[in-house]
């Protein structure tokens, strides 16, 4: 029986959740040794190249770019830049689970946010969904509790830059390839943390060291290539609550790589957390089929 839709886009969605997480993972396996700029800066080298040679294969290079998504480019690449440091710096200094389950919080802030600046219908259901999701996030964080920290305020920055660069990717015409939009956001990294590099020192890498910003750099293009993959096979209503594996990636390979283990009340947040998400998730997928069978309903003569 041939593989349905569905589940290869599922299947990619996973594939890409466990790429993005293994990255996550390498790289803070060298969190106090290479300095942040540093490393984002080679392992962005890595990947421009990458990219670049996939979109040339893909003849991504040969598209025109209107002055319109020139800008939404612009502001999504500066969510990709934030996003990178304020994730990667909390990264380096919390467990590998808790900041995973934080940045969870993506599909309650992205509804939100595109309600408030896109205009888009959000139901008293989804509301409630959102306030529930950042009650789970609180419990993540616990303000005022004695392991509470700044990174935990730098967990909470990068989803905010993350939904301004996933807003924003919501705003680009069709007529712009997402391997072109991909190379310019690796670039535009590539060049930032060149240039912060600048300021400090650089340290001298050994084999191990150069190893894993190569194979994060591999698995960061893999997690690009993937999630590009789900949006051309199946239905996003079906594929997109498997992006929360990327959570269960977080757990196992925090316990197995650095015997991180949450506590039983971060456990409980994360639970509720993805809970809202899924639910989110459910009434996007629910009310975009309402409107797909609206459209695509016969119109009645009139006079009958």
Request: hydrophobic share 55%; glycine share 10%; net charge positive.
């Amino acid at each position: 029986m041939a593989r349905s839709d569905n589940l290869t886009g599922a299947l990619l969605m996973m594939a890409s959740m466990a790429a993005f997480t293994l990255n996550d993972t390498m790289m803070k396996l060298l969190a106090g040794e290479i300095p942040l700029f540093q490393v984002l800066f080679l392992r962005g080298v890595l990947t421009t190249l990458a990219v670049a040679a996939i979109a040339w294969w893909m003849g991504a290079l040969k598209a025109r770019v209107s002055r319109r998504d020139r800008w939404v480019i612009f502001w999504r690449t500066v969510g990709e830049t934030g996003a990178a440091y304020f994730f990667l710096t909390a990264l380096f200094n919390m467990p590998l689970a808790n900041v995973t389950a934080i940045l969870s919080a993506l599909p309650l802030t992205l509804t939100l946010a595109a309600a408030l600046f896109l205009r888009e219908p959000v139901g008293w259901k989804r509301l409630a969904a959102i306030v529930v999701g950042f009650a789970g996030v609180m419990l993540i964080v616990r303000p005022g509790a004695a392991d509470f920290n700044l990174f935990s305020l730098y967990a909470l920055t990068a989803v905010g830059f993350v939904t301004l660069r996933d807003l924003s990717t919501r705003r680009l015409s069709k007529e712009t390839p997402s391997m072109l939009v991909t190379l310019i956001t690796s670039a535009a990294i590539m060049v930032f943390f060149g240039l912060g590099s600048l300021a400090g020192e650089w340290v001298p890498m050994d084999a191990r060291a150069l190893g894993l910003t190569g194979g994060a750099a591999f698995m960061i293009i893999g997690g690009y290539l993937f999630s590009i993959m789900v949006m051309r096979v199946g239905e996003i209503g079906f594929t997109a609550p498997f992006r929360y594996t990327g959570l269960i990636w977080a757990l196992v390979l925090g316990w197995l790589v650095f015997g991180d283990w949450p506590e039983t009340i971060t456990l409980v947040g994360a639970a509720i957390v993805a809970g809202s998400g899924l639910f989110t998730l459910y009434r996007e997928s629910r009310l975009a089929r309402a409107e797909r069978i609206a459209q695509s309903a016969p119109t009645r003569p009139r006079g009958m």
